[in-house]
């Protein structure tokens, strides 16, 4: 079964001009599935190079330019010439590389970089290649994307798009609980069965402890991050207190804020901020931490809130990286301790808050309080719960997560 990603829409869109694709996330989400997707479109498969392989390596020892007479062999389906540099970050210099690359065959040909938390890290450490790409962010499936739905930009007003949700009739409850049940990466998801499911949980995440957070890291504790992998689901939605954690798995403060670091580079977790108009308070304040892979909570109210969390960032990421706005996700919290589940920004203004339930319920005041502070911005309440999809006053909305997100 090939399902269309939405990245693939956008990141290879002729509107980010000759500037190489960078596409970055969590591993076995479909990057390379999506870079070889388009190049078969584009008729410029042959261009695919797998840098892992020794025999590519060993091509560019001898001819730095080795792809140059198979550029000259394909004909392409329209416009440029595309190549795939998959996982070259894993070569010595590559920026390097990449640079001669671009500076040598950029004008005419595009280039498109897949690879995960390294190649995201090594991005960050230096600027020989400023100018010369794009970064494009990949995540695990999500409901439109499983169901067939094409990517949808959002219109400027927040109601509005809600009002388009509440239009939309259909409701995607079997798709629904699959993506709850068996996550939104590819290989567990299609092919929906339990026990390959728990088995590719189980050595997803040791692997990416054992091999990828020891290469990237100075870490040599590694079965401490284990354990906090093991800590984390039961405090999925709460704030996340790091004194608590380092307690539990008896190091310094600041060895724990590593271990998390850590993690959110590997893509094991991905934390959110309580929103401050005052950027330095809220930088002080704890955090959030989610899965991207939901199924890791065993509540499934924590479950169900972990993969609303992934709806919406990556909602916020397709729109950000498409160049539409600047958009980001916060959470709310009072100084009595209230809390609405997710804030998203827009240009760094309040644009719509979300709350994850299980089923229908009351809004509670504090989420009409929060909306009032925030200059009247939609609130949508979101629910596991079916055939539920209610206006209850002006910008006040009850919606199924079955309908929202298809």
């Not at 390097?96 to 498109?112: A, P, Y």
């Not at 890290?121 to 794009?134: I, K, P, Q, T």
């Not at 068996?182 to 929906?192: A, D, K, Q, V, Y």
């Not at 026990?195 to 091999?211: A, G, P, Q, T, V």
Request: net charge positive; hydrophobic share 40%; proline share 4%.
């Amino acid at each position: 079964m090939m399902i269309e990603r939405h990245i693939g829409k956008i990141a290879f869109s002729k509107d980010f001009g000759r500037q190489m694709r960078f596409i970055i996330g969590p591993r076995q989400t479909g990057k390379t599935t999506a870079a070889k997707r388009f190049l078969e479109d584009q008729k410029c498969l042959g261009l695919y190079y797998n840098w892992d392989q020794r025999k590519v390596r060993d091509r560019y020892i001898a001819d730095s330019h080795f792809f140059v007479r198979e550029i000259y062999n394909v004909e392409p389906a329209e416009g440029k010439r595309w190549l795939c540099m998959d996982e070259i970050h894993k070569y010595p210099k590559w920026k390097n590389v990449l640079k001669d690359f671009f500076d040598s065959f950029g004008q005419e040909n595009g280039f498109i970089i897949t690879g995960s938390a390294r190649l995201d890290m090594m991005r960050r450490s230096g600027d020989s290649l400023a100018g010369r790409y794009f970064t494009f962010r990949l995540n695990p499936l999500t409901l439109r994307e499983l169901t067939g739905m094409p990517f949808q930009e959002p219109p400027a007003n927040a109601n509005a798009w809600i009002e388009s949700r509440l239009d939309h009739l259909i409701y995607k409850k079997n798709e629904l609980s699959v993506l709850l049940q068996f996550s939104g990466f590819p290989e567990p998801l299609l092919t929906n069965s339990v026990r390959f499911h728990n088995k590719w949980r189980r050595d997803y995440s040791d692997r990416l402890i054992r091999e990828d957070l020891r290469d990237l890291t100075r870490i040599h504790e590694l079965e401490n991050v284990a354990t906090i992998m093991h800590l984390l689901p039961d405090r999925i939605s709460s704030p996340l207190s790091i004194n608590a954690l380092a307690r539990d798995v008896k190091c310094s403060f600041a060895t724990a804020s590593n271990y998390l670091k850590a993690m959110e580079l590997g893509y094991l977790i991905f934390r959110i901020s309580p929103y401050s108009k005052r950027i330095s308070r809220s930088l002080t304040k704890e955090t959030k931490a989610y899965f991207y892979d939901w199924t890791r909570p065993s509540n499934s109210a924590k479950q169900f809130e972990n993969y609303v969390a992934v709806e919406i960032k990556t909602l916020v990421e397709l729109w950000t990286d498409a160049g539409i706005a600047n958009f980001d996700m916060n959470f709310l919290r009072s100084r009595d301790g209230k809390e609405t589940d997710f804030l998203i920004l827009r240009d760094q203004e309040p644009w719509m808050m979300l709350e994850a339930k299980l089923s229908r319920a009351p809004i509670d005041y504090h989420h009409r309080k929060n909306r009032e502070l925030l200059g009247n911005i939609p609130f949508a309440q979101v629910v596991r719960q079916d055939n539920i999809a209610e206006k209850r006053e002006d910008g006040l909305f009850q919606i199924s997560a079955s309908r929202l997100f298809a």
